[in-house]
Nanobody, 118 residues
Framework: QVQLVESGGGLVQFGGSLRLSCAAS????????MGWYRQAPGKERELVAI???????NYRDSVKGRFTISRDNAKNTVYLEMNSLKPEDTAVYYC????????????WGQGTQVTVSS
């Protein structure tokens, strides 16, 4: 089992910034992928950004140039720096961790609310 604890959400004005953190603990493998997803009311959960344990990243197009994902492997922690926030970024943000050991093991955090006011 892997436990994920998120922090850093909140209310911010249009154009503002927030930094999300997610600390993983438990049965963590050295080769893994961590990332952030979000879900707005009435919409499906969508990928925001992911980062491998080797440092490769991928972002959804709408956040490229505004959001930066990073990680500290020694702390098993992933971060999401969000700048130039827009009202359409408002959602519950979920941390995700997965690794593959003969099968995929997929874990989710409890979610943290990000609200951007216009």
């Amino acid at each position: 089992q892997v436990q994920l604890v998120e922090s850093g959400g909140g209310l911010v004005q249009f154009g503002g910034s927030l930094r999300l953190s997610c600390a993983a603990s438990g049965s963590i493998l050295s080769i893994n992928v961590m990332g952030w997803y979000r879900q707005a009311p009435g919409k499906e959960r969508e990928l925001v950004a992911i980062i491998t344990s080797g440092g490769s990243t991928n972002y959804r197009d709408s956040v490229k140039g505004r959001f930066t994902i990073s990680r500290d492997n020694a702390k098993n922690t992933v971060y999401l720096e969000m700048n130039s926030l827009k009202p359409e970024d408002t959602a519950v943000y979920y941390c995700n961790y997965y690794h593959i050991n003969y099968q995929k093991y997929d874990y989710w955090g409890q979610g943290t609310q990000v609200t951007v006011s216009s």
